[in-house]
């Protein structure tokens, strides 16, 4: 039998689209068509010229920016299944963007309500989390770590090594439930 593990998923880029929103809106704005393909490896606000770095910047700040953001594929039905098999938490740096809270918590509540709010978690440094397994696509969120990190594929995380890569999540489920199978309970 599985071990019902701990597991923390971060939101932005591995179940909220943050990168396709913000593409649309630059590319709409300046009328541009920078796609998640010309980031490999890089942010966004490494590829625009210096007078629109702080105008990107700043979109992130903007009001309501993470209310309506798409979900990942397969994430939704993902959190589904691991929640009704496993101690699910979601974990966000979200501190980075204070003006976010209210957006993020109402997004999980409308796609993801089988996580209840005392199961969310707001924190920057993600080493503190005592958890088996974190699911999240900034590699830095792995250092120091007691559980084992699984690294969402994402544009700016290409190139990145040293942490099993999971690029979608059927993936992502494969590994956690192969995980679960080689804990001893």
């Not at 920016?65 to 496993?86: C, K």
């Not at 559980?147 to 494969?174: I, K, M, S």
């Amino acid at each position: 039998m599985d071990k019902q593990l701990r597991i923390a998923v971060d939101m932005d880029e591995v179940l909220a689209d943050t990168l396709g929103k913000q593409l649309h809106i630059y590319n709409n704005f300046y009328g541009e068509r920078v796609t998640p393909d010309q980031l490999s490896g890089i942010e966004l606000a490494d590829i625009v010229p210096p007078d629109r770095l702080p105008w990107v910047i700043n979109m992130l700040h903007a009001p309501g920016f993470f209310a309506d953001l798409e979900p990942i594929a397969g994430g939704l039905e993902a959190m589904e299944r691991l929640s009704a098999q496993h101690h699910l938490y979601i974990a966000s740096a979200a501190t980075e963007f204070p003006g976010s809270f209210n957006d993020k918590l109402n997004w999980l509540e409308r796609h993801i309500p089988q996580i209840p709010r005392h199961r969310v978690i707001f924190c920057g440094e993600k080493s503190i989390l005592n958890v088996d397994i974190l699911v999240d696509d900034t590699p830095q969120h792995f250092d120091g770590l007691r559980g084992q990190g699984l690294l969402f594929d994402a544009p700016h995380n290409r190139g990145q090594h040293g942490h099993r890569r999971v690029l979608n999540w059927p993936e992502a489920e494969a590994a956690i439930t192969e995980y679960a199978r080689h804990i001893k309970p």
